[in-house]
């Protein structure tokens, strides 16, 4: 498994990427998995459930995902622009 640079990841904060076709703007990094939680760029908002699971406000709608690919043996595939970004330790 490929060692990814907690760091390096920091470097991702506010940047925008394309997941699964869907312009994102990385909002928080998750180090121990590592993952990226994405905010969907576009102005189309979704119901954001409360802890108990109840409808909540409209929002825009966030995403988690890993950084690793489902093997873990390299970056993920559906983040393409990773490739770009030096993240191995």
Not at 24 to 33: H, K, N, S
Not at 41 to 66: C, E, F, H
Not at 69 to 80: A, C, F, T
Request: net charge negative; hydrophobic share 40%; charged share 25%.
């Amino acid at each position: 498994m490929p060692h990814i640079d907690p760091d390096k990841l920091k470097g991702l904060l506010g940047l925008s990427l394309t997941y699964q076709g869907i312009a994102c703007r990385v909002i928080e990094i998750l180090p121990d998995e590592p993952a990226l939680v994405l905010r969907d760029s576009s102005d189309s908002k979704v119901i954001q459930p409360n802890q108990y699971g109840d409808a909540g406000d409209w929002m825009p709608r966030t995403l988690t995902v890993t950084v690793l690919n489902v093997r873990r043996d390299g970056l993920n595939p559906e983040l393409p622009e990773l490739a770009g970004f030096d993240l191995l330790a």
